[in-house]
């Protein structure tokens, strides 16, 4: 049985092509897998922006492959600990989604980390993406990114800025706004994206760089402001949002949720999976309840997928090695 380690993927693109070539043919039938219900981790809480996708994504898995796709919600360390669960899973029959930090930086900002997320996961597909929304608490006088900038230098170590945990998408973001200008704002993780926006409705926090589904309904209530958002144009469904590129803030960024399995996947099951989960984004119930979640649907598959982590492991790996952030930062 021959698999396709990440790590192989990643260094020689000659593999690629044959990979693609091979999600292009039909997939041979396979009644023996699965043989039993499948248990698909989800890395963060019930009711988070990657418990919802994954549980679309689950519903069709169920339909589809004929058992069974229970989720299990294991949150806690910004991602790390379920997408631990995911790498080290021995049965044979699970698979998760993870974000960006625990499936791609989080061994540079831990090397004691359990895992090793180029060695230990295979990516499947990236599912959906969400560009970040730049918010502050209304308490804060600043109504563009400039202003925060000016208002911040002004008031040293005054402010501070939540996301769900150290080398998570939002605090590497706010940490290379902050580090770009010169800011002392104070990094204070929360265990969930819900929580953690909470804490800036409620004036607790004051800045957080947070997904567009995360934070939009608090932005159209007026209980968060928002400055800028991190896609490469203005978003769709929040058009009067400057773009981060808009405001000279460097380059745009997403965050995203993609499906994973352990590094012993074979190859004709990993192509299985990658089909049908684009097969789930495709319906169009499911692309509706995601477009207004916030979600920009990708479905892509397992060579696409390898290429993004690879480029932002380039991006965000520099950064996290100069500023030197660990897991307590």
Same mark, same amino acid.
């Given at each position: 049985?021959?698999?396709?380690?990440?790590?192989?993927?990643?260094?020689?693109? /000659?593999?690629?092509?044959?990979?693609?070539?091979?999600?292009?043919?039909?997939?041979?039938?396979?009644?023996?897998?699965?043989?039993?219900?499948?248990?698909? $981790?989800?890395?963060?809480?019930?009711?988070?922006?990657?418990?919802?996708?994954?549980?679309?994504?689950?519903?069709?898995?169920?339909?589809?492959? *004929?058992?069974?796709?229970?989720?299990? &919600?294991?949150?806690? =360390?910004? =991602?790390?600990?379920?997408?631990?669960?995911?790498?080290?899973?021995?049965?044979?029959?699970? $698979? *998760?989604?993870?974000?960006?930090?625990?499936? !791609?930086?989080?061994?540079?900002?831990?090397?004691?980390?359990?895992?090793?997320?180029?060695?230990?996961?295979?990516?499947?597909?990236?599912?959906?993406?969400?560009?970040?929304?730049?918010?502050?608490?209304?308490?804060?006088?600043?109504?563009?990114? +400039?202003?925060?900038?000016?208002?911040?230098?002004?008031?040293? =170590?005054?402010? &501070?800025?939540?996301?769900?945990? /150290?080398?998570? +998408?939002?605090?590497?973001?706010?940490?290379?706004?902050?580090?770009?200008?010169?800011?002392?704002?104070?990094?204070?993780?929360?265990?969930?994206?819900?929580?953690?926006?909470?804490?800036?409705?409620?004036?607790?926090?004051?800045?957080? +760089?947070?997904?567009?589904?995360?934070?939009?309904?608090?932005?159209?209530?007026?209980?968060?402001?928002?400055?800028?958002?991190?896609?490469?144009?203005?978003?769709?469904?929040?058009?009067?949002?400057?773009?981060? !590129?808009?405001?000279?803030?460097?380059?745009?960024?997403?965050?995203?949720? *993609?499906?994973?399995?352990?590094?012993?996947?074979?190859?004709?099951?990993?192509?299985?999976?990658?089909?049908?989960?684009?097969?789930?984004?495709?319906?169009?119930?499911?692309?509706?309840?995601?477009?207004?979640?916030?979600?920009?649907?990708?479905?892509?598959?397992?060579?696409?997928?390898?290429?993004?982590?690879?480029?932002?492991?380039?991006?965000?790996?520099?950064?996290?090695?100069?500023? =030197?952030?660990?897991?307590?930062?």
């Amino acid at each position: 049985m021959t698999h396709l380690p990440r790590r192989a993927l990643l260094a020689l693109p /000659a593999l690629l092509p044959g990979l693609a070539a091979a999600q292009a043919q039909p997939t041979p039938a396979q009644p023996a897998w699965p043989n039993r219900p499948l248990r698909l $981790i989800v890395p963060f809480p019930g009711g988070s922006t990657p418990d919802l996708a994954a549980r679309l994504v689950a519903a069709h898995f169920t339909q589809a492959l *004929g058992q069974p796709c229970v989720v299990d &919600n294991r949150a806690g =360390g910004g =991602g790390t600990i379920g997408t631990e669960a995911i790498a080290r899973a021995t049965d044979d029959h699970t $698979i *998760g989604v993870s974000i960006g930090g625990p499936a !791609t930086t989080a061994r540079a900002i831990n090397p004691a980390l359990g895992y090793d997320p180029a060695l230990d996961l295979i990516p499947i597909s990236q599912l959906v993406r969400q560009p970040m929304v730049f918010s502050v608490h209304p308490s804060v006088p600043a109504r563009s990114l +400039a202003e925060l900038v000016a208002y911040a230098r002004a008031n040293p =170590g005054k402010l &501070n800025y939540a996301s769900v945990g /150290a080398g998570t +998408a939002g605090h590497l973001a706010m940490a290379e706004f902050a580090a770009r200008h010169g800011l002392d704002m104070a990094h204070i993780p929360f265990r969930s994206v819900p929580q953690s926006v909470t804490e800036l409705v409620a004036g607790r926090v004051q800045v957080m +760089a947070a997904v567009t589904g995360a934070v939009l309904p608090q932005v159209r209530e007026g209980t968060v402001r928002a400055l800028g958002i991190s896609s490469e144009a203005r978003f769709a469904l929040a058009p009067e949002i400057p773009t981060l !590129t808009e405001q000279n803030e460097g380059a745009a960024m997403w965050t995203w949720v *993609g499906l994973f399995a352990p590094k012993d996947i074979p190859n004709a099951r990993l192509a299985r999976l990658a089909a049908e989960a684009g097969r789930a984004l495709a319906a169009p119930e499911a692309k509706r309840a995601l477009t207004a979640a916030g979600f920009d649907v990708v479905g892509s598959g397992p060579v696409e997928f390898t290429t993004l982590l690879g480029a932002e492991i380039e991006r965000w790996v520099p950064l996290i090695r100069r500023l =030197g952030i660990r897991p307590e930062s």
